[in-house]
């Protein structure tokens, strides 16, 4: 093959992959698009009881404040209770935000885990599952996966663990040092067996490098580390 | 303090620490449950006026919740709280009897909505509170238990229920078959400490011998060919509760004379045992025979019968209690055509001379099976005579049984007992018995007409008829007291007869 040939097979190849790369992004944003409807379903329930927790205990306030010579005392718990149910709407629509927002590279996945966890525990309660995420600190578990797929399937993966059928579920990150080359580990584990990961998002994942392994009790996602 | 009690369901303790706040700041008694199967609870036990639940909640959730209510008949005003996505969950919540639902969040204007909402609640609460009440006072008047009567003889067994059910008496159960031995036997069960304990019920007549003998006592393995494992008997399964011996004078002798040391000494053996097994157990017994008659006969041991018959119940059969005999067979025709599912709007004047004058041999059972038959043949929205009327007296044009009318009975007694009997002899042909009564079809109509009036019938079926009755009933076969107070029966069984 000639010089001239071969860069026109090198471009060509380039062209496809970029290609092959764009029809994931546009499958993985419809998924997306589709996981966040989900999520805004489940919780709609638990973000308008922190809602109406917040309004009622307001107008205790104010219907006890507005009695001639009532005693602020009176209003007190009242009002922190308010504040605090506020305090639970306002991590609920930073996290709506969130799910709205473009995804950064390189995705860290401790970082969209701890940016999405509160909406993901209304949305577990919605079916009276308990959910814990493991807090941990970002920074040392970005991965190389598109940003888009990384959460399109952890989100994926914990709505699939919290679905009907279970009381409590865990998720929980590492970054496995020993892999070669290093791994970002999530474990998806639930007191039953999880129903499997949609099949759109596991071809999608699939395709942009994210092994997945189903067990008994667990959804173990395993995400290439970036580098450096 | 504004009179009414709240409860409210929701697993948000946020909300409900602001509405209770608020409800009790309007003077209203509030509780909290913080999931639907507390609050199912919470209402079993203690009676709320208005239950403010979520439609979303841990266990039992707002919609089943008010399932519950209804299938345990439950009484509350159950408002939803309901999140706008679920409206129309909400919608399905009033269908299932929800007094109505609020949308969250629940913001000044809707918590004025729900602040009016809740005295018009507790006020259709309160009302149907009294209906419930003047409902249960009536029902208290026509029913008790499973037994249904509000003649004065039925009255008096109710009565004597309540006196006995209490005590760890004996009862003996007098009354022909189909009177409702076993209810009242259930009766005195429920109504007893040993309610929670078993009902153990055993027709003696049902069984032969050896398998009688066995159920009682039970038996020990290897007591006799084929008994590979040990079986405790009635005395012992029914411990802590009560057995029933229907058909007690049918029981062989020498199994009497072991229920009779078991009475006694409240001890039982199995059958091939050699360990004495202490019971305790109440006896409710029952015999449609004439007892003075088995006792002299030797059929029933007299010591036995002074162990059973502590205290006895006396059931009078249907021709005794005429009274009843509307109401029994409205309440029969409402639960077949319930069950059949037809609409049967009720008795044609004819059907409810027939029933009214026939003399029910086989008492409650015989009227419930001749209503069953009826609402399954029938194809028309009313019962006929021709419906009710027994096959074989339909067809056999069997002649009328013969009136008797005790000394001192008016003319309008005798001629009303003749008319019944005559129109009844011919299966509600009104032409034929008219015929034979020798009047006009118009008289005979207007002389039954003022026997259906409320005051005919009450006049015809009273009580003070009923006891001219009474004598013209010597002849049945029903069960007499062994006393010499009672008269002698010559218990002529004969062919069904009419009134």
């Known amino acids: 093959m000639t010089e001239a040939g071969s860069r026109?097979?090198?471009?060509?190849?380039?062209?496809?992959?970029?290609?092959?790369?764009?029809?994931?992004?546009?499958?993985?944003a419809g998924l997306w698009l589709a996981a966040q409807q989900e999520i805004a379903r489940r919780s709609a329930h638990e973000v308008k009881n922190a809602l109406n927790g917040a309004v009622v205990n307001l107008e205790v306030v104010r219907a006890r404040l507005a009695r001639p010579g009532a005693p602020a005392e009176a209003a007190t718990g009242f009002a922190e209770t308010a504040a605090s149910q506020f305090e639970r709407v306002t991590a609920y629509v930073e996290a709506l935000i969130n799910l709205a927002r473009p995804a950064h590279e390189p995705a860290d996945v401790a970082a969209v885990l701890r940016s999405l966890h509160p909406l993901l525990e209304a949305a577990a309660t919605a079916h009276d599952i308990q959910l814990s995420v493991t807090t941990f600190e970002p920074g040392a578990r970005a991965t190389s996966t598109d940003a888009q797929v990384t959460r399109l399937v952890l989100v994926a993966a914990l709505l699939a663990a919290t679905g009907r059928g279970a009381h409590s579920a865990e998720c929980h990150a590492a970054l496995d040092e020993e892999a070669c080359p290093a791994v970002v580990v999530v474990r998806v584990a639930r007191d039953g067996m999880p129903p499997p990961l949609d099949d759109a998002v596991a071809a999608v994942a699939a395709e942009a490098g994210v092994r997945i392994a189903p067990a008994p009790d667990a959804i173990t996602l395993t995400?290439?580390?970036?580098a450096g | 303090m504004k009179h009414g009690k709240i409860l409210i369901a929701d697993d948000e303790a946020a909300i409900t620490a602001g509405l209770s706040a608020i409800l009790s700041d309007e003077g209203y008694e509030v509780d909290v449950a913080t999931d639907g199967e507390t609050a199912l609870e919470r209402l079993s036990a203690d009676g709320y006026g208005v239950i403010l639940a979520d439609l979303k909640m841990p266990k039992v959730d707002g919609l089943a919740l008010l399932k519950e209510l209804a299938g345990r008949e439950i009484p509350t005003e159950c408002i939803i709280i309901t999140g706008q996505a679920t409206v129309d969950s909400a919608v399905a919540a009033m269908r299932q009897g929800a007094y109505d639902y609020i949308e969250k969040p629940l913001n000044a204007e809707k918590l004025?909505?729900?602040?009016?909402?809740?005295?018009?609640?507790?006020?259709?609460?309160a009302v149907q509170q009294k209906n419930r009440e003047l409902a249960s006072k009536l029902e208290g008047l026509t029913h008790y238990g499973e037994l249904t009567g509000q003649s004065e003889a039925m009255r008096e067994v109710y009565k004597l229920i309540d006196a006995v059910a209490p005590s760890s008496a004996s009862v003996l159960i007098l009354g022909e078959s189909g009177t409702g031995k076993e209810l009242v036997a259930r009766a005195v069960h429920q109504k007893s400490e040993r309610a929670k304990g078993p009902f153990f019920a055993l027709n003696c007549a049902a069984l032969p011998k050896e398998i009688l003998e066995n159920e009682l006592f039970g038996h020990e393995k290897g007591a006799f060919t084929g008994s590979t494992n040990e079986k405790p008997g009635a005395f012992e399964m029914a411990s802590g509760g009560t057995i029933f011996l229907d058909e007690v004078a049918e029981m062989p002798p020498d199994i009497q004379v072991k229920l009779l040391r078991a009475l006694e000494t409240r001890m039982v053996r199995r059958l091939g045992g050699k360990r004495e097994i202490p019971v305790d157990i109440r006896i409710v017994a029952a015999t449609n025979r004439d007892l003075q008659k088995a006792l002299a006969d030797g059929d029933l041991r007299e010591?036995?019968?002074y162990r059973l018959a502590v205290v006895e119940i006396y059931l009078p059969p249907l021709r005794e209690r005429v009274g009843d005999l509307q109401l029994l067979a409205n309440e029969f025709l409402h639960r077949f055509s319930q069950q059949n599912g037809k609409k049967i709007q009720g008795f044609s004047d004819d059907a409810w001379e027939w029933i009214l004058s026939y003399h029910w041999p086989g008492n409650v059972r015989d009227l419930k099976n001749a209503v069953e038959r009826a609402v399954v043949l029938s194809r028309g929205p009313v019962i006929e005579a021709i419906d009710v009327t027994p096959r074989h007296l339909r067809t056999?044009?069997?002649?009328?049984?013969?009136?008797?009318?005790?000394?001192?009975?008016?003319?309008a007694d005798a001629r009303r007992q003749l008319v019944l009997r005559t129109f009844a002899s011919t299966a509600g042909d009104a032409a034929r018995a008219a015929k034979v009564l020798g009047i006009s079809g118009d008289e005979l109509r207007a002389e039954l007409a003022s026997l259906l009036s409320p005051n005919g019938t009450r006049a015809a079926h009273g009580d003070g008829h009923r006891r001219g009755d009474d004598a013209e009933d010597d002849d049945s076969a029903a069960p007499r007291r062994p006393h010499p107070a009672v008269g002698k029966s010559a218990g002529a069984k004969g062919k069904p007869k009419k009134r």
Do not use: C, H, Q
Request: charged share 25%; no cysteine; proline share 7%.
């Open chain 2, 396 to 411: 056999s044009g069997e002649t009328p049984g013969s009136v008797t009318i005790p000394v001192g009975s008016s003319m």
């Open chain 2, 112 to 125: 004025n909505r729900l602040k009016a909402l809740i005295p018009k609640a507790l006020e259709k609460f």
């Open chain 1, 223 to 226: 995400f290439p580390a970036a």
């Open chain 1, 8 to 28: 026109a097979a090198d471009t060509r190849a380039a062209e496809a992959r970029a290609i092959d790369a764009r029809a994931i992004e546009a499958r993985a």
């Open chain 2, 303 to 305: 010591d036995l019968y």
